[in-house]
């Protein structure tokens, strides 16, 4: 169907703290080219539509992070999100992240995100002088880091995450957990005692049951649940 | 006073000890399954006999402490998650502590009588 256009329903939260008593859902289409494969590229064509629509957008190609809604019930990156993983004729459910603050929309408030991402110092900590030219590691020793690094901080994990959803003060979440364990795991990182000292805490680490909805969405296909299980294991190895 | 403190700096010997309770207690339900596929509670004398065994007192007793532990931990959690205001959360905590206690101290009492 080369560049046949066809009508795709949504179903949008809508919420203007300035204007509505309420939240609201509303009913719109849109029509879209065959080259709108993207739930990004409809929102696009939504927002030229109706230009109250808020969302927050950026690279559009699943690395900024910006994105993050609740699609259809599961949090994910509407650029991402295929066109055509959506069953037909039923309208697209778009909600802001479940959890957080609206400010209006799609839009969440992120402060507590990422005042708990920042509560795990996500940065290297080494004491020692910087060494001409840069601190190495083995390739085992990096390989550690596969499957950590890679985290956009979108939120999908954490605002899908009950244990946060009640306690976003106090838990730090799996967003901050798999950051915590990036630099627990990085063998240039000297404080490996004091962050686990500081997640060991019946709150900070182990608000976690281990329900892994953290894995089920993440867009990036990380799975901070076995980041979780490391940090626990390498607590008790330092323990007994 | 209304800060925010986090770092009781507990939860690890919990979290490890809820998960050596849960294999305990997976265990002894396989051990029961067992004896009672070999006919253990075939009739009253027979259970009877087969609980006064001094092996199954053992481990029926660590069955019970295993159970209150974990039971511990996990109504704990429920708290913590639901229950925000310090002094309701503490007062649960001993109620369910002092329940706890209290089965675990009558079940022994119910399983070493035999």
Same mark, same amino acid.
């Given at each position: 169907m080369p560049n046949a256009t066809h009508t795709v329903r949504f179903k949008i939260y809508r919420y203007d703290p300035d204007q509505d008593a309420k939240p609201y859902m509303q009913d719109i289409s849109v029509e879209l080219d065959s080259t709108d494969r993207k739930l990004l590229d409809a929102m696009v064509k939504l927002k030229a539509q109706d230009d109250s629509i808020s969302f927050r957008? %950026?690279?559009r190609e699943g690395v900024c992070g910006s994105d993050a809604m609740n699609i259809? #019930?599961?949090? #994910? *990156?509407?650029c991402l999100t295929a066109m055509d993983s959506f069953p037909p004729g039923k309208p697209i459910v778009l909600r $802001? *992240? $479940? #959890? *957080?603050p609206v400010i209006r929309d799609l839009i969440v408030d992120m402060t507590q995100f990422f005042k708990q991402y920042n509560s795990i110092k996500p940065y290297l900590i080494n004491n020692d002088p910087p060494p001409e030219r840069e601190r190495l590691q083995s390739p085992e020793d990096r390989e550690e880091l596969n499957g950590l690094y890679e985290c956009i901080l979108c939120a999908c994990? %954490?605002?899908?995450c $009950? %244990? &946060?959803w009640w306690n976003p003060d106090k &838990?730090? #979440? $799996?967003a901050g957990l798999l950051a915590?364990?990036? &630099?627990?795991?990085?063998t240039r990182d000297q404080a490996t005692g004091e962050r686990l000292d500081d997640l060991d805490d019946p709150y900070r680490l182990f608000r976690c049951h281990t329900i892994m909805n953290c894995v089920d969405v993440c867009p990036k296909g990380l799975n901070p649940t076995k980041a979780i299980g490391k940090i626990k294991e390498m607590m008790v190895r330092r323990a007994v | 006073m209304k800060r925010l403190v986090v770092g009781a700096h507990y939860g690890l010997m919990d979290w490890l000890a809820q998960r050596i309770t849960g294999i305990v207690m997976a265990a002894y339900t396989l051990l029961m399954f067992a004896a009672m596929l070999g006919g253990a509670a075939a009739s009253r004398q027979a259970w009877h006999d087969f609980m006064a065994n001094g092996f199954i007192r053992f481990v029926s007793f660590l069955f019970i402490l295993s159970l209150c532990y974990h039971a511990w931990v996990g109504v704990r959690d429920i708290w913590m998650d639901y229950v925000q205001p310090a002094a309701i959360r503490v007062t649960l905590h001993v109620l369910t502590l002092l329940a706890l206690t209290g089965y675990a101290g009558w079940a022994v009492q119910i399983l070493w009588r035999l």
């Open positions: 957008r %950026s690279c259809n #019930g599961k949090n #994910g *990156l509407a $802001p *992240l $479940p #959890g *957080l994990c %954490s605002t899908a $009950p %244990s &946060f &838990f730090v #979440g $799996p915590a364990y990036r &630099f627990i795991a990085d | -």
